[in-house]
């Protein structure tokens, strides 16, 4: 990916993909490259205080792993159709919190190399992160704070339970 970033030409577009969740692509295809991560890109691991999420590593499955974990904080990520790369780039938010609440730190690939960037670093706004150009979020780091399993699994329900009876499938 560093390598591609690095070499690939300016005047070739660069569009990155996460879980294309909310997206239709015309028939015409995307011109240019089109970057979307997957494999080692998804990982999750817990920590004491947090969750260390790859990029391609769907919202609600890091939602969903913290729960289990009794981790509270990151509840909202579960009404958010995506990747965690897409919510950093994107300052998801639902459900009155926002990924500028939660994030410790992204790693962003670059045409010039590995950054790692803090949530101040990203100047965060509505739906909004002022990311490097041309760069890739390949990892973050999400805070959380230890709390009750059972309200937690109460909560992932409820924003269930309300973005089903008002975005249906």
Known sequence: LLLLLR????????????AASNMIIRDG??????????????DIAVEADGILAGAAALDVTVAETAARHALAGLEFLVGIPG????AVAMNAGAYAAEVKDI??????ATPTGLLRMTAEDLHFAYRHAELPARSVVTRA????????AAAIAARLADIRAAREATQPV
Do not use: H, K, S, Y
């Open 103 to 108: 994030l410790d730190w992204a790693e962003v």
């Open 29 to 42: 295809g995307i011109a240019g490259v089109v970057v979307r991560l997957a494999r080692g890109f998804g």
């Open 83 to 86: 990747t965690i790369g897409g």
């Open 7 to 18: 070499d690939l030409p300016d005047d070739v577009p660069l569009t990155v993909l996460g």
């Open 141 to 148: 780091r999400l805070r959380a704070t230890p709390g009750d």
